[in-house]
């Protein structure tokens, strides 16, 4: 069964980051699994799941405060990329930041026009 969030192409990018994710952090060292790899794929998780929820809610006002903490999540996830490039986990950023770049964008619109339809 679809369900609205399927249709958002926010939410489709979103699952296509946690499978990178997961593939990214599947290299870690173990013993990072049960801190920089679980911070990463909990966030990274995180973002599609608050969109899915947001976009179930019943008015405009909940589903803007669902994406703002997805985005919330987005930022963690961008950080921990940048610390696991720090400490030499991954070689390149150059494959990812884009990915995240272009969910950042789909959520500021999503944003964006939330709060023009609030302000109606």
Do not use: C
Not at 37 to 49: K, Y
Not at 74 to 100: F, H, R
């Amino acid at each position: 069964m679809k369900r609205k969030h399927h249709e958002l192409r926010a939410w489709q990018e979103a699952i296509s980051l946690v499978k990178d994710i997961y593939k990214i952090t599947a290299s870690f060292p173990k013993d990072e699994i049960y801190a920089l790899t679980s911070q990463m794929r909990r966030a990274a998780v995180s973002i599609p799941s608050n969109i899915a929820e947001g976009a179930t809610r019943t008015g405009d006002k909940e589903f803007l405060q669902f994406l703002s903490i997805s985005r919330g999540s987005l930022s963690e996830l961008e950080t921990q990329l940048i610390i696991a490039k720090e400490l030499a986990y991954m070689q390149t950023l150059d494959d990812i930041m884009p990915k995240v770049d272009n969910l950042f964008g789909l959520l500021g619109g999503l944003i964006k026009s939330l709060r023009i339809r609030i302000s109606k």
